[in-house]
């Protein structure tokens, strides 16, 4: 078994983090207090070849995920609510087009995704419709020349910033459950689109926006993927970029974990830095366990992911190590800096919170135990089977 990182993911790692320490670390306080994150964020991210695809030949191709986990685990630890951002934009848009997208679709939309000139984001979520994805209600009529979406997408980061967003919706209500969605590649500057950004109070700088649709016309070329298995497509991409996710949240537990050590090794609490009681330095030692053993289990599910091999079972675990883990390291760091963690401007504030956001992207904590226990058991039907052989 080789642990060793590719050395010029390695290299892309450094290039990564000069970048963020030059285009990003300068500008994010502004970026906090402003709640926006500047669209020309995304171009530089584009041209430094850092939005998910390398182009070879003049032909793109999607980086391998342990280079894309690699920096957003970083980023996450610079800033989660930037992470989430530059997530939903690869993860979910680009690469919902690159999985789905036709011919045609692929020409129009990656190559400007890949230089952050036009940004993707997903209208999954409704007021009906969270864990539970087949109970969308939003409609899709069908007419002459496309299709008429009307309905209420609840939840959509980047919402607000995007041009385009992946809609589902229901296009054949009399199908059985499984067959009744189809997706759509919504234009979001069309007649009909109202977005309202909502006041949320993690991941921040993104934004979190409700999309309604009201009668918006979207031509036959831009259904995504086939009718009927909106969905399986939508699940899919979920499955997907819950590696990534994952990434993120462990870049959280980390970006809190430094920022505590670092206190409690400064902080002088009745003639002793706190770092020095060993209550704190056995709990220090207990989360940077946890640390090395989610990153594991990622880098795990990245090699399964790179190799071609059924990576559910891996995304599932390390969605749900690494968000239990941001949460425990989170509190902890923020407890470290005592009262100073409650201001807004306090560099560990935001990661209690973000660590919170990240249980719900993509599936709660909940939907990943059900999911867990359904491709655990999977293996353990296939155990059986191989041990009755045997
Ligand atoms: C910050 C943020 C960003 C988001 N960004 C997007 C986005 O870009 N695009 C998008 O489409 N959506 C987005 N969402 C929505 C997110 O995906 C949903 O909130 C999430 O899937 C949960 O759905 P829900 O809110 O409807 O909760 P519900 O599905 O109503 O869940 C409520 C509770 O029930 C539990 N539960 C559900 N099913 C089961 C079960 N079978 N067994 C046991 N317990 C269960 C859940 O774990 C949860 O605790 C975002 C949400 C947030 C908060």
């Not at 939508?234 to 809190?256: H, K, Q």
């Not at 509190?331 to 201001?343: I, K, M, N």
Request: hydrophobic share 40%; charged share 20%; aromatic share 10%.
């Amino acid at each position: 078994m080789d642990f060793a990182i590719p050395a010029g993911y390695l290299e892309n790692l450094n290039e990564y983090k000069q970048f963020l320490a030059q285009h990003l670390k300068p500008y994010l306080s502004a970026w906090y207090s402003g709640g926006e994150i500047p669209r020309e964020f995304f171009t530089k991210l584009g041209s430094a070849g850092f939005l998910g695809f390398d182009a070879q030949n003049g032909v793109l191709r999607e980086q391998p995920v342990l280079k894309q986990a690699l920096i957003e685990e970083h980023l996450g630890t610079v800033s989660p609510g930037v992470g989430v951002a530059v997530l939903v934009h690869v993860s979910l848009g680009a690469k919902g087009i690159l999985l789905f997208g036709n011919g045609e679709q692929k020409k129009a939309c990656l190559p400007p995704a890949s230089r952050g000139e036009r940004l993707f984001c997903v209208g999954n979520t409704e007021p009906t419709a969270g864990s539970d994805v087949a109970a969308i209600a939003s409609q899709a009529e069908k007419v002459s020349g496309g299709w008429v979406l009307n309905g209420t997408k609840s939840y959509v980061t980047n919402g607000a910033i995007s041009d385009y967003a992946l809609v589902t919706a229901v296009s054949d209500p009399d199908a059985p459950r499984s067959r009744r969605l189809s997706m759509y590649l919504v234009d979001l500057s069309s007649s009909g689109i109202t977005r309202t950004r909502l006041n949320k109070k993690v991941w921040i700088p993104s934004d979190l926006t409700r999309i309604q649709l009201g009668d918006v016309f979207v031509p036959d070329e831009n259904l995504l993927g086939v009718r009927g298995r909106g969905l399986q497509q939508v699940l899919e991409i979920f499955t997907n970029s819950r590696v990534t996710i994952s990434a993120l949240t462990l870049g959280t537990a980390v970006g809190a974990f430094r920022l505590g050590l670092d206190h409690a090794g400064k902080r002088s609490i009745f003639g002793r830095k706190v770092v020095d009681y060993q209550a704190k330095s056995f709990e220090a030692a207990d989360l940077y366990s946890k640390i090395e053993a989610a990153r594991l289990v990622l880098w795990k599910t990245c090699w399964e992911k790179d190799s071609g091999q059924d990576f559910r079972l891996g995304a599932s675990i390390s969605k749900y190590l690494t968000v239990n883990l941001a949460r425990e390291v989170g509190t902890w760091a923020a407890d470290l800096f005592g009262g100073a963690s409650v201001v807004f401007e306090h560099p560990i504030h935001k990661y209690p919170m973000d660590a919170w956001a990240s249980s719900l992207g993509e599936g709660t904590q909940d939907v990943q135990k059900l999911i867990i226990f359904r491709e655990m058991m999977k293996k353990e039907a296939d155990y059986g089977a191989s041990n009755s052989r045997s």
